[in-house]
């Protein structure tokens, strides 16, 4: 095969060698308006015993395949560490065990189970345990168990003599880039799309963030580069930074409501589009802030990114065929299951006869544990003035339950 693409260094003996995802706009329901990175890492060693950390999305492996070329003989790699065997990491590792032919495929104990799956006829897969030191060709590695964050299988490799966390999909984000390292990428994009991938993908596990990143302080350990899975590789002195991130997750994840409502609906004719505006005129009114997310115009997971620092979510549904709106179901579904905490909130909306979508969002949202400030504001056909005043006064009320938390 012609070597095409090159390995990125990142420390003496440690190189990027992953693939850029471009074109990449959908992630399993999350869409990724920027594409993503599928990151692996070389790591060479004294004995010359290479390790590989994680595998890439199946059509990238001749890209990886390139770039441990650039560096060494492929046939060296003498161990695969997979910390994560969600496909976009683990879907490669087939073809890629089979170029490489490593001695051992190291896992923790669910990884195991989950890589037996996916890799018929490799027998070399070995589980290693939480805090458990392996000698990986001379260099030693602790694995940590990440379970849940956000498979059961998730697991860090920490490399103590150069301080490099690989760090799966934690602390990454699905940016597609031609800057490897976050101290080259524009600071706010940063923050907007780690946001993104936080919300899309780890806030359901929030408690377990912040347990994890105690348990990563009580450990001592000193981070000189945070390698994630997607996205740019965080750098010490450096800034941004790792301890910019792990800030970042560490805010995200107490899950803290600020003034913020995100105010998102579907309509039929326009009359639940105008409730809607009605309630976000409130709320500002009120000393919200307030972001309106149309469903005809905006996707699932931009509403997930907006919740991920709000305190109130109201949301608008028509009724049809004595249901809620198929887009508003389609967000009900997938936020129920983002698990968003410490959020108030109310349904609205309006019918032509029979109403059963107001009520039906109500119930759903109570559900999902949002504190309910009303039972349903519901109205027939058009919202007359009244019905505005009362949509009106529905922010107004959101916005004051959200500034006395704030106190
Ligand atoms: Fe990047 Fe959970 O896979």
Redesign the pocket.
């Known amino acids: 095969m012609a070597r095409v693409y090159e390995a990125i260094p990142i420390a003496e003996g440690f190189y990027w060698v992953g693939a850029v995802d471009w074109g990449l706009r959908d992630f399993h329901g999350y869409a990724t308006h920027r594409g993503t990175t599928y990151n692996s890492y070389l790591m060479t060693t004294p004995s010359g015993r290479n390790v590989v950390f994680d595998g890439v999305k199946e059509p990238f492996v001749d890209v990886m395949l390139s770039r441990i070329a650039s560096v060494v003989d492929p046939a060296s790699v003498d161990t695969v560490v997979s910390n994560?065997a969600?496909m976009?990491?683990s879907g490669g590792l087939p073809r890629l065990c089979a170029a490489l032919s490593p001695s051992r495929i190291l896992a923790s104990q669910a990884g195991v189970k989950n890589l037996s799956m996916q890799l018929e006829g490799f027998s070399g897969v070995t589980a290693v345990g939480d805090g458990e030191v392996v000698d990986l060709g001379g260099e030693q590695a602790v694995f940590m168990e990440t379970r849940m964050l956000?498979?059961p299988d998730?697991m860090f490799s920490y490399l103590p003599s150069r301080r490099i966390l690989v760090s799966?999909?934690a602390f990454?984000m699905h940016l597609a880039s031609a800057e490897l390292f976050a101290h080259r990428v524009d600071r706010a994009l940063l923050r907007e799309e780690a946001g993104r991938y936080y919300a899309n993908?780890l806030m359901p596990y929030s408690r377990l963030v912040t347990a994890l990143l105690s348990k990563v302080a009580s450990a001592g350990l000193t981070l000189d580069v945070i390698a994630p899975?997607?996205g740019p590789v965080w750098v010490e002195g450096r800034e941004p930074g790792p301890s910019f991130i792990t800030g970042l997750y560490a805010e995200w994840a107490a899950q803290k409501p600020t003034r913020k409502a995100v105010v998102s609906f579907d309509t039929m004719w326009k009359s639940t589009e105008t409730m809607a505006l009605a309630i976000a005129e409130g709320l500002e009114a009120g000393g919200a802030t307030s972001v309106v997310l149309p469903l005809h115009g905006s996707h699932r997971s931009d509403v997930a990114y907006e919740l991920l620092e709000a305190g109130a979510l109201l949301l608008g549904t028509p009724t049809i065929n004595n249901n809620l709106f198929p887009t508003v179901a389609d967000l009900v579904a997938y936020l129920r299951g983002l698990r968003r905490q410490n959020l108030v909130g109310a349904a609205f909306g309006s019918h032509g006869w029979s109403g059963e979508g107001v009520r039906q969002l109500s119930a759903a949202m109570a559900e999902m544990k949002i504190d309910l400030l009303h039972p349903g504001l519901s109205v027939q056909f058009r919202p007359d003035g009244s019905a505005l005043s009362a949509c009106r006064e529905l922010g107004a009320a959101t916005a004051a339950r959200l500034a006395a938390g704030e106190a």
Request: hydrophobic content about 15%.
């Open positions: 994560h969600e976009d990491h956000h498979w998730s799966q999909d990454g993908i899975d997607h």
